[in-house]
């Protein structure tokens, strides 16, 4: 408890340009040198697991631009914490667009309620203090869900999981998943090791915990190359959705 809150306290004292700063000199390092960080380690923003795939010439043009990025950081120390929060936010809604597509595709329902605009609006109108608390888990969701669903679950301290399924899915279609790494526009481009991003995969695929968000992100980044250049829809022989 006591490194969480020193962890805090030294993240509060962290502009985003600082961290654009430490971002840089973590891309540019050699992760396989790199130590495990410490669990109470807390980030405005950190390298993705996907940096340990990357080239040497790859890094050393990302910690370039991040390091231009912090130089030319416009962001008040003060509202560091609301830009993360935004960011947050546009990232999930993407996810939440690709996962609405894929449902879609299949001629499933989809809906995501909170992601709808006057909510979310509403929500972020409210001060962070209000918006989260040490003590009560998603405190806006209970306030507004109050006697429409039941105590038990507002209260409760857990949520969900479906890296059951991911990883069910990473089994089921490692071979496609290689061959898509080994062929790699990426990898052609020189901007990943294909090699390294394999093992991760094989790793991945014998259940052992891993950087699986960060393979997703590549699988999608090379289904995405792929579609954009051939103009062609994108197979679905990889099989892997979004967890």
Known sequence: MYAVVVAAVRLSRTTHSMALQHLAQDI????????????????WVRASGLHTWLTPEARRHLSIRAAIAAEHCSIRPIDTSRHRAWAELREFGTYEAELRNQAHALGLPHHAPYLDNAVVRAAMAVPASSRASTTVQKPLLGVALHDLVPDWLLRRRTKGAYDGNAYTGLRRHADSLRDLLTSSELAAEGWIDAAAACVELDRLAAGVPG??????????????LRQHRTSTPISTAAGVSHA
């Open 28 to 43: 540019a390092g050699n992760p396989t040198s790199s130590r495990p960080e410490h669990p109470a380690r807390l980030h």
């Open 211 to 224: 950087e699986l968000a960060a393979l997703e992100a590549l699988i999608a980044a090379e289904l995405w």
